[in-house]
C-alpha cells in the first residue's frame, strides 16, 4: 500500500501564497497519476490538480493560472504551488495516489490518501 503525508497549510492573507507537499511512501511508482484534492466544511471533495505520465498536469478551472503541481519523482514528493490566494481557496488539501497511468479528476478513482493539510486564506 501507499502512505500520504501533506504538510505546508497554514493561514495566509489573501493574495498569499502558500506550497503545500505530499510525500508518499510505500509501493508507488512515477508513473501514477497524484493528484490534489480540497474539502471545504460541508462540501463534497473536488478536484484542484492532477500529474502524471511525461510530465503532464491537469487543473480544475477555478485554480488555472494561479496554482502549479510539480513533482519530484526521486523523492516521491509532489508539490502544489499556490499564489494568489483568495477566501474561496479556504479548505482541507488532500493528496491522492491513482494506482493508474490514467489520470482522473474523480475522488473515488484513487486509491491511496494523506491526512490532509489545512489551508485557511483570510480576507
Known amino acids: 500500500q501507499v502512505q500520504l503525508v501533506e504538510s505546508g497549510g497554514g493561514l495566509v492573507q489573501a493574495g498569499g501564497s502558500l506550497r503545500l507537499s505530499c510525500v508518499a511512501s510505500g509501493r508507488t511508482f512515477s508513473s501514477y497519476a497524484m493528484g490534489w484534492f480540497r474539502q471545504a466544511p460541508g462540501k463534497e471533495r473536488d478536484f484542484v490538480a492532477v500529474?502524471?505520465?511525461?510530465?503532464?498536469?491537469y487543473f480544475a478551472h477555478s485554480v488555472k493560472g494561479r496554482f502549479t503541481i510539480s513533482r519530484d519523482n526521486a523523492k516521491n514528493t509532489v508539490y502544489l504551488q499556490m499564489n494568489s490566494l483568495n477566501p474561496e481557496d479556504t479548505a482541507v488539501y488532500y493528496c491522492g495516489v491513482r494506482r493508474t497511468v490514467v489520470p482522473s479528476t474523480t475522488a473515488s478513482d484513487y486509491d491511496y490518501w494523506g491526512q490532509g493539510t489545512q489551508v485557511t486564506v483570510s480576507s
Open positions: 500529474s502524471w505520465s511525461g510530465n503532464r498536469t
